[in-house]
């Protein structure tokens, strides 16, 4: 075991006996939401895993300790410094810095794919996955490199809108990431349900993407599978109206200098006040709804082992 992971005993038994596991990302309770609606979201996402059947493992890197499995009063705990800069953000090259400096971290899309394999979960869920900045084709998500080398399959409602998504979708072709449309022939956009973008393949249940799965490691190749689901339609925005906002962020966001790391949480924040919170409302039920998924994909590739 390796000494500076520490996995939940509840979560280590469902492990060991093959049973469905779904990992959830920590960066949503610290640099997404204010508190409580952070804290909220995380426990409700956590809800959401169980419906579908299976156990939720929120990862985080806490006091320096790798940490799959957040008790309540962690979750609390890091909700509560959301918005403080005491909580590092951590993709792949900050673990180690993270872990070497005994500090608290919250979990990217990268991040949490690389802990989850560690821990030996297959599943992830999110909401949305990083990619191509809009007019910066070279400020590129990690995410985007990990889902092309890590194993493990990040059910997601695409790429954050508020990208360049058609460009976004090249560079997971180039890493050889399989994007599955979940009961869709086109790639969803986030708040809205599509950004006329194909998908590589369509599955409808979560029997066949667990035989996805199952081939996937049987041909032992090393990279992630993406599965795409779009927002609940009563939750998902008018298209051209999340276009619109986002457009009209991204502008100022230019006209600012806001670039980089800061870029995606202050264009996510700028179009939730653009849009009167409907980007929000799309948000948190596309979470939600991603997680039930995650569940049921967990325990139909649990049943076929």
């Known amino acids: 075991m390796n000494e500076f992971l520490s996995i939940s005993p509840r979560i280590s038994d469902i492990l060991a006996a093959g049973g469905p596991v779904v990992a959830l990302e920590s960066t949503v309770i610290t640099h997404g939401l204010p508190y409580p609606q952070n804290v909220e979201t995380a426990l409700a996402m ?5 419906s ?9 890197v ?4 790798i940490t799959v499995g957040l008790t309540l009063d962690d979750i609390e705990r890091l909700g509560q410094l959301a918005g403080s800069g005491t909580v590092r953000k951590v993709s792949r090259r900050d673990l180690p810095i993270s872990v070497a400096n005994g500090e608290d971290g919250a979990t990217t899309v990268a991040g949490t794919m690389i802990l989850a394999h560690m821990a030996g979960i297959e599943i992830f869920a999110t909401g949305g996955i990083g990619g191509v900045h809009r007019g910066h084709p070279f400020d ?9 080398k890590t194993p493990v399959t990040v059910v997601s409602s695409g790429a954050k809108s508020i990208l360049d998504l058609p460009a976004t979708r090249e560079v997971l072709e180039t890493e050889g990431v399989t994007i599955v449309g ?9 708040f809205a349900r599509s950004c006329g973008l194909p998908v590589d393949v369509r599955m409808d249940t979560p029997a066949q993407v667990a035989a996805l799965i199952k081939a996937r490691r049987h041909l ?15 939750a998902c925005m008018d298209p051209q109206e999340a276009e619109d906002a986002i457009t009209q962020a991204a502008r100022e966001a230019d006209e600012a200098g806001i670039h980089g790391p800061a870029a995606t949480p202050w264009l996510l924040n700028r179009v939730v006040e653009l849009t009167d919170g409907r980007s929000m409302t ?11 998924i995650g569940g049921q994909i967990a325990l139909a590739l649990s049943q076929l082992r």
């Open 46 to 50: 956590e809800a959401a895993v169980r």
């Open 52 to 60: 579908g059947g299976a156990e939720p493992a929120t990862i985080a």
């Open 62 to 65: 806490l006091h320096g300790r």
């Open 140 to 148: 590129i998500s990690a995410d985007l490199r990990e889902l092309g």
């Open 182 to 190: 979940y009961g869709v022939d086109e790639l969803p956009a986030f």
């Open 220 to 234: 032992n190749l090393t990279g992630g599978t993406l599965i795409t689901v779009p927002a609940p339609d009563e």
């Open 282 to 292: 799309a948000n948190t039920a596309l979470l939600q709804n991603n997680g039930r």
